[in-house]
């Protein structure tokens, strides 16, 4: 690596929380302590904003404006 780069480049931050595994690993996708952990301490850093700082886990949507719409809706993950 020429050196210009690599002063111009600086390693990811290190979370402070409660992750402790240098990898992400199948236990970080099970859904629980870990998952959460890897959420808390890298993601939601990460992507800090009024929107997502409640961590919900769903979509809402003002039934008004839906109605104005139409009368279908479809939703898929």
């Known amino acids: ?3 210009a780069l690599d002063k111009r480049t600086s390693p990811a ?3 402070r929380g409660k992750l402790n595994v240098p990898k ?3 236990a970080h ?3 629980g302590k870990a998952m959460r952990d ?3 301490d890298v993601f939601v850093r ?3 904003n009024p929107l997502l700082a409640t961590l919900e886990d769903q979509a809402r949507f003002r039934l008004a404006d839906l ?3 139409g ?3 479809a939703m898929t993950t």
């Open 24 to 26: 992400v690993t199948l």
């Open 1 to 3: 690596m020429s050196e």
């Open 46 to 48: 990460a992507f800090d």
């Open 38 to 40: 890897l959420v808390d």
């Open 29 to 31: 996708g099970g859904g």
């Open 67 to 69: 109605s104005a719409q």
């Open 71 to 73: 009368d279908r809706l």
């Open 13 to 15: 931050p290190r979370p």
